[in-house]
């Protein structure tokens, strides 16, 4: 049992829960796991329904158990902080920095778990979470790192229907020697004190942030429509042990932009870009290899590119890992509910989606579901290239949530059961279950039933699921002990079999209650 706090860490505590509050219905939570391809740190993301305690906010700065992860956006769709998520490795914090102050940006940079940045905007009151991400938006342009994942994901969460948005990592897991910190103009890490006193200088009033001036810089291009890496590493330079490869995805780029004069295109794009240019026996046999049937794929694993890879937002370039012309919408965070069956939300162009597993899985219900909640015409792409270019990579991302008792299926159709069995008329004996009553045995321990008679009590209560879902539903209730074949007046009906169940008050049903009166 931790010992009472000290008045200093209350107020080192206190003054951490005040700068990162957020959601107050549930939080989030990290399990890591193996390092991918790209040296990122792999793990399961999930979010638990519940109040985020003391002792939640105390183990996280101690470094104790599962690291904290806070959800910006409130329930009333504002928040009082926001992040630019630059998921590089390697990264130069200094140099962001100097950038930041250049263009006199009130942020303030942390390490990230992976090691790249979190770019923080803090504000001393709540704003519209659409003021929030547009501002970050505009400033992640400015600094160069457009298509970073921008926090808070969401403008607006669905909370009536189980919706909670997605958290952040908070820095200062184990504050003391984490590798979580804020970093000063300087370079140097920071301890929480001084992180305070980073937040205390540039966190904002509400008007201070709608002035922030973000100018749009125009951004030329060296590969128009083509994928982010590739822009990138064309203003960074493409390091000399990774040109062969970085040269192929240029390829790949040029046969798709120019399929006319594409080899042209790469022999002056070695001369441009290559640091020194590969051998003109190399740029031939590289030609030689993208021009094979099938191997005309970007590499987008392999080095350089997987440091630098944004894939959310190359799915939307003309040239990108896309399927053809007609350019996908932005897909953003994808979250599932745990229920039965499961709950899905998706980020659509800014638009919170709400789809079932089919929907998600088929392109092409995938594109009726975006018509029909957010007014959005979007391609559908071949079944394959839906999985492989969009649907792996947004599993890849997936946020799990324990879903709400009320929007849980198993739970709606356990009050059904208990409202069946215990707050209507019952069967006196065995031979009654033929008028369509429950049955409960002298002892009170089992109660049986008809299955087609509590499935027409269900859908007298609006009960959506059919016959054979409520009966899969049934076979996992806690109560259920089987089916049995009993001999009732020369006849042998199945009876489901379930531990008897208590009475409350509370589960008496409308449809019970005019039955039982009228």
């Given at each position: ?75 009333n769709n504002d928040c009082r902080w926001g992040c630019i998520d630059i998921d590089e490795y390697n990264f130069d914090h200094t140099s962001l920095i100097k950038t930041i102050r250049n263009h006199k940006l ?65 820095p200062y897991y184990n504050e003391m020697k984490g590798l979580r910190y804020a970093i000063n103009d300087n370079g140097a890490g920071c ?328």
């Amino acid at each position: 049992m931790r010992s009472p706090f000290t008045k200093k860490e209350e107020v080192i505590m206190n003054k951490f829960k005040t700068i990162f509050q957020g959601l107050e219905i549930a939080y989030g939570q990290y399990q890591p796991g193996e390092r991918g391809e790209n040296g990122k740190q792999q793990g399961k993301a999930f979010i638990v329904r519940g109040t985020v305690t003391d002792d939640h906010w105390d183990k996280h700065l101690r470094g104790e158990g599962a690291a904290l992860g806070i959800i910006p956006i409130t329930e009333n769709n504002d928040c009082r902080w926001g992040c630019i998520d630059i998921d590089e490795y390697n990264f130069d914090h200094t140099s962001l920095i100097k950038t930041i102050r250049n263009h006199k940006l009130p942020l303030i940079v942390c390490r990230s778990k992976s090691g790249g940045a979190h770019v923080f905007l803090f504000t001393k009151e709540n704003i519209p979470a659409s003021l929030m991400q547009s501002k970050l938006k505009e400033m992640s342009i400015i600094l160069g790192y457009e298509g970073s994942e921008i926090f808070p994901k969401q403008t607006e969460i669905l909370v009536d229907r189980g919706d909670t948005g997605n958290f952040l990592n908070l820095p200062y897991y184990n504050e003391m020697k984490g590798l979580r910190y804020a970093i000063n103009d300087n370079g140097a890490g920071c301890t929480l004190e001084e992180f305070y006193q980073l937040y205390d200088k540039f966190s904002l009033r509400s008007e201070e942030v709608e002035q922030i001036k973000t100018e749009k810089k125009k951004i030329e291009e060296a590969f128009p429509g083509g994928p982010p890496c590739l822009n990138k590493l064309a203003s960074t330079g493409f390091g000399e042990g990774s040109r062969n490869n970085a040269l192929f995805n240029v390829a790949v780029y040029y046969k798709q932009a120019h399929p006319d004069t594409w080899e042209d295109e790469i022999v002056k794009a070695n001369m441009k870009f290559m640091e020194p240019p590969l051998s003109n026996s190399e740029v031939q046999q590289l030609i030689k290899s993208v021009n094979r049937k099938g191997y005309d794929k970007y590499r987008c694993k392999d080095a350089p590119i997987n440091a630098v890879c944004q894939s959310g937002l190359c799915r939307t370039k003309r040239f990108g890992v896309g399927f053809g012309e007609e350019e996908m919408p932005v897909l953003g965070s994808l979250t599932k509910y745990s229920s039965t069956p499961p709950q899905w939300f998706l980020d659509v162009d800014k638009k919170r989606i709400e789809l079932k597993s089919e929907q998600l899985y088929s392109p092409n219900l995938f594109a009726l579901a975006c018509l029909d909640q957010a007014n959005l015409i979007v391609p559908i792409p071949k079944p394959k290239d839906w999985k492989q270019h969009f649907l792996k990579p947004m599993m890849q991302g997936l946020q799990e949530v324990e879903p709400l008792e009320s929007l849980d299926p198993v739970n709606e159709l356990t009050g059904l059961l208990q409202d069946w069995t215990t707050n209507r008329q019952s069967a006196r004996t065995i031979d009654d279950v033929f008028n369509k009553l429950p049955f409960t045995d002298e002892k009170r321990e089992y109660t049986y039933f008809r299955m087609e008679d509590f499935y027409n009590f269900c859908k007298r209560n609006h009960w959506e699921k059919d016959k054979n879902q409520t009966g899969n539903l049934i076979k996992r209730l806690d109560e259920f002990e089987g089916e049995e074949r009993v001999r009732i007046k020369k006849q042998q009906p199945r009876l489901i079999k379930i531990k008897t169940m208590k009475q409350t008050e509370a589960s008496v049903s409308k449809t019970a209650y005019l039955e039982e009166h009228f």
